[in-house]
């Protein structure tokens, strides 16, 4: 079973628009993982938020987490074509309580030059 | 740095033949995972490994073998291949112990089974 669930599926802007992809979870958790994926290759790290940060930044990009929603956001700004990829959250709890990241399944973001 | 190195690529199987997937990291990670990827169901866990000579099953296990009998290489096997296990498989590797840091991804290796 997924711990995260992003949403929406997928998303179409103009280059220069920002993008907001939202990650929902189940139970408590320790950090949450962003990752890229371009087509056809692995997935690639973007940031971690830990359970006592609420915002986090690096670069373009801009993390919140809600635990007291449980969920997460990314917000991308001024996109780029180059930002066109499928984007996961993953969270540091399995099924059963584990610590294996759990990785849901995804948003595909799509940006128009 | 190469970082995490799947072998092979690419690879079709008839059903009932077997094959082994090669994950080499060159980053000396202590833990490594073994994912597949399928449509709409994101990344399951398939194995992972918290140490040489140490390997636990993931959400899907059934079906596949591991074994990780040095640090630098974890081995995904499926001994009798069946078309439910035709995906993209993604080996991933960490310094950090389970869920809490970045893992590294390999490119992935995309598998057919007939």
């Known amino acids: 079973s997924q711990q995260g669930e992003e949403d929406p599926q997928a998303l179409s802007i103009q280059e220069g628009e920002n993008a907001t992809m939202n990650c929902s979870y189940k139970?408590?958790?320790?950090?949450l993982q962003w990752y890229r994926q371009n087509s056809g290759r692995g997935l690639v790290h973007l940031i971690l938020i830990r359970s006592n940060e609420r915002e986090k930044h690096s670069g373009r990009l801009r993390v919140t987490l809600d635990t007291s929603k449980k969920s997460s956001s990314l917000l991308i700004t001024a996109s780029r074509a180059a930002d066109t990829a499928s984007y996961f959250c993953?969270?540091?709890?399995?099924?059963?309580?584990?610590?294996?990241?759990?990785f849901g399944r995804g948003t595909s973001l799509i940006v128009h030059p | 740095n190469a970082g995490v190195t799947q072998t092979p690529k690419f690879r079709v199987l008839k059903t009932g033949q077997s094959m082994t997937l090669l994950c080499a990291q060159d980053m000396n990670h202590e833990y490594m995972y073994w994912y597949r990827q399928d449509p709409g169901m994101g990344l399951r866990l398939i194995h992972y490994s918290v140490g040489e000579g140490t390997t636990a099953k993931g959400e899907v296990p059934d079906g596949y073998n591991v074994s990780r009998l040095k640090k630098q290489n974890f081995l995904l096997g499926l001994e009798s291949a069946a078309p439910s296990q035709t995906s993209v498989y993604f080996c991933?590797?960490?310094?950090?112990?389970?869920?809490?840091?970045?893992?590294?991804f390999g490119e992935g290796s995309r598998l057919t089974v007939l």
């Open positions: 993953a969270t540091d709890r399995g099924r059963g309580g584990s610590y294996i990241p759990t």
């Open positions: 139970t408590s958790i320790n950090n």
């Open positions: 991933a590797s960490s310094p950090h112990r389970p869920g809490t840091g970045e893992l590294f």
